[in-house]
Structures are given as structure tokens and as C-alpha cells.
Antibody, heavy 126, light 107 residues
Framework: QVQLQESGPGLVKPSETLSLTCSVS????????WSWIRQPPGKGLEWIGY???????NYNPSLKSRITISVDTSKNQFSLKLNSVTAADTAVYYC????????????????????WGQGILVTVST | DIQMTQSPSTLSASVGDRVTITCRAS??????LAWYQQKPGKAPKLLIY???SLQSGVPSRFSGSGSGTEFTLTISSLQPDDFATYYC?????????FGQGTKVEIK
């Protein structure tokens, strides 16, 4: 059973960089796609972006200019950096595994999120 | 971007009721739709993927249907454990847009 666990600071100052890591256990990170999703308090879910083990990424256009997602296959981890944060970035951040769709020997990042971390609340405040 | 709209936003129901939640996409997403259940303080849990495929371990009272732009999640007989918020999510594009959520409350 794949398990994911987010880690990182729970408090970040405005204009600084939010940095989170997701540790994957029970399976190799060198398959599927790996995503970040966030949820502001009392609100809905927002997809942030995903990465493949090869390092290829896709980001939410609304956040693209501020995001970097990276992967460390040796540690079975992937990470999120969100810079120039404001109070609007206060949210519970989840990491999740994104399934793919394979056809004719080619796999595409078209898939649902089947395993999720428990989430980590990050508050942006002085 | 594809927008996902769920209705209703809140639903009051009793144990044993049949419950239906609707999700509409702003353009066709074929069958690339998932449903998730979220309880307070917990991560979302996958219920249904590819419009109607039941995730392993999910009770058979949950079912999904639809295609193109209109989809439904049905709970055939609501159980006490089912009071939660439900989200649809499209993954037709390489990204993934969620609906705004439907909260199922006790009547």
C-alpha cells in the first residue's frame, strides 16, 4: 500500500518561499506521476502541479510563475517550492499520486489521484 | 480551462435515502471524471474514477454515471459514515480541475 507523508514548516512569512517535501513509501516514485494539491481553510481543492520521475512537470497556469516541483528518486521524495507567498497561499497542502493512461505503448498523465498524504497546514503570516 | 460545477452545494438527507449529486463540465471531458469523499480534517478519498469505475474497497452503494459534460454520483442508501463533502474532478486535460464540493448533511 502506497503511503505519502508531507513535511515542512507550518508557518511562512509573507514574500518568502514555502517549501514542502512529500515522502513516498510502499512503492517506487519511479512510476506514475506525483502531484501537489491545496485547500484553503473552509474552501475547495486546487490542483497545483505534478512531476514525473524523469523530471517533466506541469503546473497550474494560475500559479506557474511562482512554483517549482522537483523529484529526488534516490530518496523516493518530491518537493514543492512556492515563492513570494501571501496570506492567500494559506492552505492545507496535500501530496498525491496521479495515475496515468496508457495506450499503444505510450502513457499519458491523464489520471485521477488515488493515494493522498494526510495534508499539512501552512499558514502565511508575520 | 475546464470549469466544473457541482449541484447542489449542500444536501440534507436521512439515513437510507437515495442521494444524487451532479457535476457539469464546461466542455466535454469524455469519461475522464473522478469523485472523492472528504471528511473534516482528513484528506480526500477516491471513490470513483473514469466516470463509473469503483475504487477498490469502496462500498457498492456508491456509483457513478454520465459522459461528456454531465455526470452524477449516486449513493443508493445513505449510511451514517457517508455524511461528508464530495468533490468531482476532471482529468481530461493534463491538469485536473475540481468542482466546488457538495456537503451532505444529516436531515
Amino acid at each position: 500500500q502506497v503511503q505519502l507523508q508531507e513535511s515542512g514548516p507550518g508557518l511562512v512569512k509573507p514574500s518568502e518561499t514555502l517549501s514542502l517535501t512529500c515522502s513516498v513509501s510502499g512503492g517506487s516514485i519511479s512510476t506514475y506521476y506525483w502531484s501537489w494539491i491545496r485547500q484553503p481553510p473552509g474552501k475547495g481543492l486546487e490542483w497545483i502541479g505534478y512531476i514525473y520521475y524523469s523530471g517533466s512537470t506541469n503546473y497550474n497556469p494560475s500559479l506557474k510563475s511562482r512554483i517549482t516541483i522537483s523529484v529526488d528518486t534516490s530518496k523516493n521524495q518530491f518537493s514543492l517550492k512556492l515563492n513570494s507567498v501571501t496570506a492567500a497561499d494559506t492552505a492545507v497542502y496535500y501530496c498525491a499520486r496521479k495515475r496515468d493512461f496508457c495506450s499503444g505503448g505510450t502513457c499519458y498523465p491523464i489520471g485521477h489521484f488515488d493515494f493522498w498524504g494526510q495534508g499539512i497546514l501552512v499558514t502565511v503570516s508575520t | 480551462d475546464i470549469q466544473m460545477t457541482q449541484s447542489p452545494s449542500t444536501l440534507s438527507a436521512s439515513v437510507g435515502d437515495r442521494v444524487t449529486i451532479t457535476c457539469r463540465a464546461s466542455q466535454s471531458i469524455s469519461s475522464w471524471l473522478a469523485w472523492y469523499q472528504q471528511k473534516p480534517g482528513k484528506a480526500p478519498k477516491l471513490l470513483i474514477y473514469k466516470e463509473s469505475s469503483l475504487q477498490s474497497g469502496v462500498p457498492s452503494r456508491f456509483s457513478g454515471s454520465g459522459s461528456g459534460t454531465e455526470f452524477t454520483l449516486t449513493i443508493s442508501s445513505l449510511q451514517p459514515d457517508d455524511f461528508a463533502t464530495y468533490y468531482c474532478q476532471q482529468y481530461n486535460t493534463y491538469s485536473g480541475t475540481f468542482g466546488q464540493g457538495t456537503k451532505v448533511e444529516i436531515k
